[in-house]
């Protein structure tokens, strides 16, 4: 951001000059407004759209705003190859309130996974950003190998969310998501926590979500790298 070439992607400086500091929903991760950290409702944690319709995650967690600077240097994770970012953005995930806790909650069996890419975008993308970020959250908190790209699956090749409208977004990804019918057993009483690297409504995640606890997880958290402001 600062051209200043650093060993990492973002310096310090910078990480700390751009990330916005605030409260997020615990539902959708958006940012709150300042004024409601003060109010009466500072304790819930949730946008009124959150609360209207409580998501079927414990909560979701975010990093970054996917705004200036942050979605171009996330545009070029994923879209100019560049996986090998994802140990650096799996830190910054590690600083947000509530993620570090999250994974250490996580028992042996428990599991760590990306929402998936359909085949066709996997074959032009090369990788699942969401499964580089899930491998190097795993093996920067001593859960290394509790990670698997085959167990959700995409069922279903969507647009892309931020092409559409809020209302159809939902509707986008109906039946987009299945778990391996061979290994359900996998998740019955399972903690697991999701990763992607952009949550634009939350469709995507909350219909991922639905499919792991309909297949007995009993414990959901949302680990997202970035939130659209809106
Ligand atoms: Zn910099
Ligand atoms: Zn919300």
């Keep these: 951001m600062c051209r200043s070439w650093p060993a990492e992607p ?21 940012l709150l407004p300042v004024g409601l950290l003060h109010g009466p409702a500072s304790g819930s944690r949730l946008c009124a759209s959150c609360i209207r319709q409580p998501p079927p995650l414990d909560s979701t967690l975010a990093a970054l705003d996917y705004a ?15 996986p090998g970012w994802a140990p650096f953005f799996a830190g910054m995930l590690l600083q947000v309130p509530g ?15 990306p929402i998936p890419l359909s085949k066709e975008r996997l074959q032009t993308r090369g990788f699942n950003q969401a499964w580089e970020l899930a491998k190097a959250l795993a093996q920067q908190s001593g859960h290394a190998g509790q990670t698997s790209s085959t167990l959700l699956l995409r069922v279903k090749n969507t647009r892309p969310q931020t092409e559409l409208k809020r209302e159809a977004r939902l ?13 359900l057993t996998q998740l019955k009483g ?5 990763v992607d690297d952009v949550v634009t409504s939350g469709a995507s995640l909350f219909t991922a979500a639905a499919v792991l606890q309909a297949a007995g997880a009993a414990h959901i958290t949302g680990i997202v790298l970035s939130r659209t402001p809106q």
């Excluded at 973002?10 to 958006?30: T, Y």
């Excluded at 909650?105 to 996974?113: A, R, S, V």
């Excluded at 399972?190 to 999701?194: A, G, K, Y």
């Design 10 to 30: 973002v310096c310090a400086a910078c990480v700390a000059r751009f990330a916005p500091v605030g409260l997020r929903c615990l539902g959708c991760a958006i």
């Design 68 to 82: 200036y600077p942050w979605s171009a240097l996330i545009g070029t994770f994923k879209f100019g190859n560049q």
């Design 99 to 113: 993620v570090r806790q999250a994974l250490a909650e996580l028992g042996q069996n428990d599991l760590i996974l």
């Design 171 to 183: 509707d986008n990804v109906r039946g987009a998501f299945q778990v391996d019918p061979l290994r």
């Design 190 to 194: 399972r903690r697991v926590v999701l």
